[in-house]
Each structure stands twice: as C-alpha cells, then as structure tokens.
C-alpha cells in the first residue's frame, strides 16, 4: 500500500525532474552555441515566448479559467492555478505598484534550479529567462502586452527568486487588412 | 496530466531551436538532441533507482527500462520487449507519447527521428548509468507506434 503511494507522488516528482534535467541540458547547449550570457538569455525568452504563446490555449482548456476583469486578478490566476498546475509550485503576490500595473512573484524554491549552480563566468546569466518568455508569449495571446524580468535569484546569491511583471499595454485585436 | 505538458512543449522547442541554428539537415542535430538527451537519462535514473534493489541480470534491467522507467518518463509500460537473448532487443511502444501529438498514421513520417532522437538518448542513459553500454535507435513506421533497438555494447 505504502509503496502504491510511493509511486504517484514519484511520478509527479518525475516529471518535475524530467523538466528540470531536460532545461539543464538546453542552457548547457545554448550557453555551448554562444559566447555571451546576453545572448544565452535572449535565446531563453525567445524560446519561452514561443512555449507561451501555445501553453496559453492548453491552460485555458484544462482551467476553464473564464476572463480576467483586471491586472490584480490576472496576478492571481497566474500564481495559483498556472504555476501550481504546470510546475507545482505556487508563488506569492507582492509589491503592487501604486497605480496596480506592475507585481512581484515571489517564488521561495524555483523549480527549475534544483540541482544547479552558475560557475563563475556566467555571472550574467540568467539561468531561468525562459519563464520570462512563457509568461509574456502567453499573455499577448490573451490581448496583454507585459514585460516580465527577474528581480532576484537564488542561482545569484539572493534569498528567493523574484519575478516582476509590469503591464505596458491592451493589444487591440487587429482584424486583417481589407475586410471593409 | 497538466504536468507533462511543460516538458512536451519544452522538448518540441528544443527540437526547433536545434534545427533552427543549423543550415544543413545532416546527422548532427539527431546526434546533438541524442547526446542532450543522455545526459537527461544519466541523471533522471539515479533520482529513479535510488531506493531499487541491485538487477539480477541484463534482462531484469531491462525490465525495469520497460516497466518503471517508461511509466516514469512516459507514462505507460512498453508494450512488447524482444530480444534475441544475444545483446539485441526491441521495445515496441504502441503509442508513444511524443509522437501521439504529431500525427496518427503516415502524415510527417519524415520528421519522426527527431522527435526520437531526445528519446533514444535518455534511454541510452539511462542504460548507461546501470552499468550497460548500449546503443539506441528507433524507427517508426505508422505513428505513433514505434520501436526502439537496444544493442547492448560488450565493455
């Protein structure tokens, strides 16, 4: 009986490892394929928004999360449906801007970096940019334009991984040209 | 469930990135992705064997490989496993996850191995890491079945 449980939570913990050994891997080949960090951490959101932009419509299949009415709620169903359904963790929201268009998420363990640490000459790196791109790709499909960037990092030394999402703009649907 | 998805939409990622930076199709990229992937495997079968009593044998590692480390990785057992007892097996995966997303039949044949190619190295790994040396490929036929050919290298 013991062992039955043993083995659901394992394959939960699994496919967390899965993920997080097969991330390891692709900053390894990336930080192989170019010189510098800058563009390691490009390539990361670049490769995040293109996971974002498809992960959008398989949360809102699984959540059935209906429309957001605001920035604040949108924080939230980030934090406590998405993160917890896809990487198991659920981050606090903090540090609200005065005028309510920019949070924290704060993260105490970052799934990503279990079993990592940044060597020296990669000081610069940010290790985890490709929740950055997932966050921002998944987001402008849902008309929401946001910059989203890493204010603290466990890899870099701080307490908890800290990222700040900031809302820019409403995308307004464009129908395409020629439809008068 | 949900949970599978990051690494679904991650590995279809890296696939593209790998196949993006390179200008001609040649055995690199597979070669590229196969070496990612063992590294993946190395790792995810000492997190995965850390309390699993010592194999008997050859055949009981792979028996594992089949059971508990495709249901692990790939959420269902392998369906059939054949060997000609002399170094050659086959696993035979009636719906391979990372295909089933791809096409039910004939559609993208083609583009197939580099969807096996993370997948053949994890195995690769993951074999290695258990005291085998082997070498791995896969072909497919009709997705999303496909067979993946272990031959295991005499040290």
């Known amino acids: 009986m013991s062992r039955q449980s043993n083995r659901t939570t394992d394959s939960k913990k699994m496919n967390s490892e899965l993920f997080t050994l097969t991330y390891g891997a692709l900053v390894t080949q990336l930080c192989k394929d170019y010189e510098n960090d800058e563009e390691v951490n490009k390539q990361l959101d670049k490769m995040g928004y293109n996971i974002g932009v498809r ?34 963790c659920t981050p606090s929201v903090t540090n609200w801007s005065p005028a309510g268009d920019e949070f924290s ?21 940010v290790y985890s940019n490709l929740l950055c791109g997932v966050l921002r790709g998944a987001l402008e499909m849902v008309q929401m334009a ?17 990222i700040r999402m900031k809302f820019i703009k409403r995308i307004e649907e464009n129908l395409p040209a020629g439809d008068e | 469930m949900a949970d599978e998805a990051p690494f679904q939409f ?16 040649n055995g690199r ?48 057992q392998i369906d059939n496993l054949r060997t000609n007892h002399q170094g050659i097996y086959v696993l035979q995966d009636n719906k391979f996850r990372l295909l089933s997303q791809l096409s039910a039949g004939k559609q993208y044949l083609e583009h197939a191995p580099k969807y096996l190619a993370f997948s053949c190295g994890l195995v690769r790994g993951a074999l290695s890491n258990l005291g085998v040396k082997s070498i791995v490929t896969a072909e497919v036929s009709i997705m999303p079945a496909c067979k993946f050919q272990i031959m295991i290298q005499k040290m």
């Open chain 1, 55 to 88: 992960l959008i419509e398989d949360f809102l299949a699984r959540s059935s999360i209906g429309r957001c009415q605001d920035f604040r709620e949108t924080a939230d169903v980030i934090a406590k449906v998405a993160f917890k359904m896809y990487l198991g």
């Open chain 1, 105 to 125: 998420l704060i993260l105490e363990n970052n799934p990503l970096v279990d079993f990592v640490e940044l060597p020296d000459n990669h000081s610069t790196l």
């Open chain 1, 146 to 162: 946001v910059d989203v960037r890493f204010a603290q990092d466990t890899l870099r030394g701080d307490n908890v991984t800290e």
């Open chain 2, 10 to 25: 991650l590995h279809n990622e890296v696939i593209q990135y790998i196949y993006k930076s390179a200008e001609t199709d």
């Open chain 2, 29 to 76: 990229n597979i070669a590229t992705l196969e070496n990612m992937g063992y590294r993946v495997g190395q790792g995810l079968i000492e997190r995965l064997t850390k309390d699993t009593a010592r194999f008997k044998d050859e055949l009981d590692v792979m028996k594992f490989v089949c059971k508990d480390f495709w249901t692990c990785v790939f959420k269902k």
